[in-house]
């Protein structure tokens, strides 16, 4: 997944399917590295911050989680997915 995240470093369906790989595999730290680089490259992707919401989640990083999670619901506040953001941000 690594190498093929390198070679597609804007494939969002790429890098949010090796994010979830590894959040499976119980490696918050190692999704959030690769998503905040996806981040990086596309700022504007609500699915890549939901994605690295729910990594921060995982690893505990709730401050980060909220931080991510609010960008994404500005940025699809119309959309369906702002709803899973939403719910994100109230886990306990």
Do not use: M, W
Request: net charge negative; with cysteine.
């Amino acid at each position: 997944f690594r190498q093929a995240c390198q070679l597609e470093s804007t494939n969002t369906p790429l890098l949010l399917a090796a994010a979830v790989y590894l959040l499976r595999l119980e490696k918050p730290d190692a999704a959030i590295v690769l998503l905040e680089a996806g981040a990086e490259r596309l700022p504007n992707s609500s699915a890549i911050l939901r994605g690295l919401g729910a990594a921060y989640l995982q690893a505990g990083d709730l401050q980060a989680a909220q931080v991510v999670l609010q960008q994404a619901i500005s940025l699809d506040s119309s959309d369906a997915h702002s709803g899973a953001s939403r719910f994100l941000l109230e886990k306990p």
